[in-house]
């Protein structure tokens, strides 16, 4: 399904993953997907988010209320 974020459940891990700051193929290796799924997803996160890049998308996301803040 579909999260009030409007990311799928598998892109709000990506999501998380990336803001542990970890490259594709360890996100990919911890969901057990391949780093070709784990770009997808991310470029989905982008669209869906409306940024170019990792930080951005972390960024807004955390503004957002889609990421705890530590």
């Known amino acids: 399904g579909v999260s009030r974020s409007g990311l799928t459940a598998r892109e709000d891990q ?3 993953l990336l803001s542990d700051g970890l490259p594709n193929k360890d996100i990919a ?8 799924s784990v770009m997808h ?3 989905s996160i982008y669209r869906k988010l409306g940024v170019r890049s990792r930080l951005e998308a972390v ?4 503004r957002r209320g889609l990421l705890p803040v530590d």
């Not at 960024?59 to 955390?62: D, P, S």
Request: glycine fraction near 6%; aromatic fraction near 0%.
């Open 41 to 43: 997803h991310t470029c």
């Open 14 to 16: 990506v999501l998380r």
């Open 59 to 62: 960024t807004t996301a955390t």
């Open 29 to 36: 290796a911890e969901l057990g997907i391949t780093p070709k």
